[in-house]
Nanobody, 121 residues
């Protein structure tokens, strides 16, 4: 049973923007920690941004001036606003959730299936 559902990925030109959504309404512990990760074939999954139950956030250094993670608590959605996208941001993006605070470590208990982001001219 899929408990996290990502959406919002797609093709975009360099310098463009996308907003990813992670619907975690089916995750039992819906007020806890959520992270966004990305992975390209042949490489390890990389933590991009994370938000805790008090809305404190963490970011990968290479995205901190371009990406923003936020939470809509009323609708149990976490967003990842991505601006000034670059070809190196191309990856499958996953959201993850857990009752423990893993921040950018890929040790979360529950994962979505991912949404593809492709940055190309």
């Amino acid at each position: 049973q899929v408990q996290l559902v990502e959406s919002g990925g797609g093709p975009v030109e360099p310098g463009g923007s996308l907003r990813l959504s992670c619907d975690y309404s089916k995750w039992t512990y819906s007020t806890y920690y959520v992270g966004w990760f990305r992975q390209v074939p042949g490489k390890e999954r990389e933590g991009v941004a994370a938000i805790d139950k008090d809305d404190e956030t963490r970011y990968l250094d290479s995205v901190k001036d371009r990406f923003t993670i936020s939470r809509d608590k009323a609708n149990n959605i976490v967003y990842l606003q991505m601006n000034n996208l670059q070809p190196e941001d191309t990856a499958m993006y996953y959201c993850a959730s857990d009752r423990l605070k893993w921040w950018l470590l890929p040790r979360y208990e529950i994962w979505g299936r991912g949404t593809q982001v492709t940055v190309s001219s």
